[in-house]
């Protein structure tokens, strides 16, 4: 090992520890702590995060991040060097380009605007939510500004969750699908006929946990190296490689919310555990973008979990787990039923199919905010305009509209735009996988996930961070994101599923 990378490495596995023995107790928070404890654990990690914040901020690793980029440009084979670099310059200069003091202010009009948000949630009253909005939203413009940017300030926030993505590429993007989307949607909930019935019956919680960890156990998740634990709302988290941690809520009365929550969860943490150990401790062992990430959390999910052949896989294991629920339901219907598309006013509820509707109905007016041509006061109107020109639903109250998610009370602009990114990316990355190592259909029925699944380890996974989710793409796809392959796999499958033209 070179001398610049042995010397930086300590820094980073300094840093690594302290985030994640942060993340650690933050995992407990949602799944084990009493709530006694939330003002003493909320202390705790403030304090882990900060002395981390120092570290990853400190002269010292400026320094060494120097000597190392130095040595990588006169040693461009050396690949850990060379990614290591690169990555460490970036997060050097996000963690430094907005100042203490700006950090403070935005962390507390964003915690204010969380606890609004709530109550006006619970009270459907935009109005006790606005200011703060308002407040948050001109602490983003500010955040944008300082953290710079060439085309459009909505770029410098896309930009920490899906680097080197700018806003005018995904305007593109998704003005081509949803002009298609919208026609497909309306052509289905034509056609909306009860197939979802049989989900929603009583389904004994606790078998319903065990027939999950069965079959997230024989996909490949590790659990020698993983844990299975409840929580409100369902995530998963990394401590280091041989410790990813998946959470899942149970609905009694309805199927897919704790067996799709769960393969969802757990395609998130196989890319987690298959990333190379050799990057252990480093930046690089993360996720590559949230788009990358959330590729593998709705591959498992989607294109394998509602896929025909999986279904009749799981289908014997289901009507033994849960007699009474299933015993007159078909691997047929239970497809069917799965795979049932309804326009819907809430986004964590959505299909398959109408989701990316929910994703681009927010861009759009994340965007004419971040331009000024719509007010925060102007947003609930905006909001059901759009819905009702996407979805052909229009809200009758504020709850169901533009109050329903938390991210814009916690500044997250920029977020929504890479769950669509995700949806495409997994069907860029599924088509490919499928060419490699034939029909997959056939590989599920027969409950074999490993040849999938070690395609991604070796296509997507190992990399972690070292390389930009393009480039990935580009090298499994020889292209970069497109909607097409995701547009031409929604039209086969749910053509055959509703018996229709698309
Ligand atoms: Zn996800």
């Given at each position: 090992?070179s001398?610049?990378?042995?010397?930086?490495?300590?820094?980073?596995?300094?840093?690594?520890?302290?985030?994640?023995?942060?993340?650690?107790?933050?995992?407990?928070?949602?799944v084990?702590?009493?709530?006694?404890?939330?003002?003493?654990?909320?202390?705790?990690?403030?304090?882990?995060?900060?002395?981390?914040?120092?570290?990853?901020?400190?002269?010292?690793?400026?320094?060494?991040?120097?000597?190392?980029?130095?040595?990588?440009?006169?040693?461009?084979?050396?690949?850990?060097?060379?990614?290591?670099?690169?990555?460490?310059t970036r997060?050097?200069?996000?963690?430094?380009?907005?100042?203490?003091?700006?950090?403070?202010?935005?962390?507390?009009?964003?915690?204010?605007?969380?606890?609004?948000?709530?109550?006006?949630?619970?009270?459907?009253?935009?109005?006790?939510?606005?200011?703060?909005?308002?407040?948050?939203?001109?602490l983003?413009?500010?955040?944008?500004?300082?953290?710079?940017?060439?085309?459009?300030?909505?770029?410098?926030?896309?930009?920490?969750?899906?680097?080197?993505?700018?806003?005018?590429?995904?305007?593109?993007?998704?003005?081509?699908?949803?002009?298609?989307?919208?026609?497909?949607?309306?052509?289905?909930?034509?056609?909306?006929?009860?197939?979802?019935?049989p989900?929603?019956?009583?389904?004994?919680?606790?078998?319903?946990?065990?027939?999950?960890?069965?079959?997230?156990?024989?996909?490949?998740?590790?659990?020698?190296?993983?844990?299975?634990?409840?929580?409100?709302?369902?995530?998963?988290?990394?401590?280091?490689?041989?410790?990813?941690?998946?959470?899942?809520?149970?609905?009694?009365?309805?199927?897919?919310?704790?067996?799709?929550?769960?393969?969802?969860?757990?395609?998130?943490?196989?890319?987690?555990?298959?990333?190379?150990p050799?990057?252990?401790?480093?930046?690089?062992?993360?996720?590559?973008?949230?788009?990358?990430?959330?590729?593998?959390?709705r591959?498992?999910?989607?294109?394998?979990?509602?896929?025909?052949?999986?279904?009749?896989?799981?289908?014997?294991q289901?009507?033994?787990?849960f007699?009474?629920?299933?015993?007159?339901?078909?691997?047929?219907?239970f497809?069917r039923a799965?795979?049932?598309?309804?326009?819907?006013?809430?986004?964590?509820?959505?299909?398959?199919?109408?989701?990316?509707?929910?994703?681009?109905?927010?861009?759009?007016?994340?965007?004419?905010l971040?331009?000024?041509?719509?007010?925060?006061?102007?947003?609930?109107?905006?909001?059901?305009?759009?819905?009702?020109?996407?979805l052909?639903?229009?809200?009758?109250?504020?709850?169901?509209?533009?109050?329903?998610?938390?991210?814009?009370a916690?500044?997250?602009?920029?977020?929504?735009?890479?769950?669509?990114?995700?949806?495409?990316?997994?069907?860029?990355?599924?088509?490919?996988?499928?060419?490699?190592?034939?029909?997959?259909?056939?590989?599920?029925?027969?409950?074999?996930?490993?040849?999938?699944?070690?395609w991604?380890?070796?296509?997507?996974h190992?990399?972690?961070?070292?390389?930009?989710?393009?480039?990935?793409?580009?090298?499994?796809?020889?292209?970069?994101?497109?909607?097409?392959?995701?547009?031409?796999?929604?039209?086969?499958k749910?053509?055959?599923?509703?018996?229709?033209?698309?």
């Amino acid at each position: 090992m070179s001398e610049p990378l042995d010397a930086i490495l300590p820094l980073f596995h300094r840093i690594s520890d302290l985030t994640h023995t942060a993340a650690l107790l933050e995992w407990d928070q949602e799944v084990w702590m009493p709530d006694s404890a939330a003002a003493s654990r909320a202390h705790q990690i403030a304090t882990l995060r900060s002395i981390a914040h120092e570290f990853a901020t400190s002269d010292e690793l400026a320094a060494k991040i120097g000597d190392l980029a130095e040595y990588a440009s006169a040693n461009p084979e050396d690949d850990l060097a060379v990614s290591l670099a690169r990555v460490a310059t970036r997060d050097f200069q996000q963690a430094t380009k907005l100042p203490t003091s700006f950090v403070a202010t935005l962390a507390e009009a964003e915690s204010l605007a969380k606890s609004t948000w709530r109550v006006a949630r619970e009270s459907d009253q935009f109005a006790l939510f606005q200011d703060d909005l308002a407040r948050v939203v001109d602490l983003n413009r500010e955040k944008a500004a300082l953290l710079g940017f060439d085309e459009h300030p909505y770029d410098a926030l896309l930009d920490l969750y899906e680097p080197d993505l700018r806003a005018s590429q995904v305007s593109t993007l998704f003005e081509a699908l949803r002009s298609e989307l919208v026609v497909i949607v309306a052509t289905l909930s034509g056609l909306a006929d009860g197939r979802a019935a049989p989900l929603h019956r009583y389904f004994e919680p606790d078998v319903q946990l065990e027939v999950g960890r069965r079959v997230v156990e024989k996909i490949g998740f590790d659990f020698t190296a993983g844990r299975q634990d409840l929580s409100s709302h369902p995530f998963c988290t990394t401590f280091s490689i041989t410790d990813v941690r998946v959470t899942t809520r149970v609905d009694e009365n309805f199927f897919p919310s704790a067996f799709y929550g769960l393969l969802h969860e757990m395609g998130h943490a196989l890319y987690e555990q298959g990333i190379n150990p050799r990057l252990e401790r480093t930046p690089l062992a993360d996720g590559t973008s949230l788009g990358m990430h959330e590729s593998q959390s709705r591959l498992w999910e989607n294109q394998v979990g509602r896929s025909r052949g999986f279904v009749e896989h799981v289908h014997p294991q289901l009507c033994s787990a849960f007699p009474e629920a299933l015993s007159t339901v078909s691997a047929g219907e239970f497809h069917r039923a799965v795979n049932a598309v309804t326009p819907s006013l809430i986004r964590v509820e959505a299909d398959e199919v109408t989701y990316n509707l929910h994703v681009m109905l927010r861009f759009e007016l994340e965007v004419a905010l971040f331009e000024d041509r719509l007010s925060v006061a102007e947003l609930p109107e905006a909001w059901n305009d759009l819905s009702e020109a996407y979805l052909g639903l229009r809200p009758s109250n504020d709850a169901e509209g533009v109050l329903q998610d938390i991210h814009w009370a916690m500044g997250g602009f920029g977020y929504f735009p890479t769950y669509t990114i995700g949806n495409l990316m997994s069907a860029q990355l599924f088509k490919k996988a499928a060419a490699d190592i034939g029909d997959l259909d056939e590989q599920f029925r027969a409950g074999q996930f490993s040849p999938l699944l070690d395609w991604l380890r070796e296509n997507v996974h190992r990399f972690g961070r070292s390389r930009s989710a393009d480039s990935i793409l580009r090298t499994v796809t020889d292209q970069g994101l497109t909607a097409a392959p995701w547009l031409a796999y929604i039209r086969k499958k749910y053509a055959d599923l509703y018996g229709t033209d698309l």
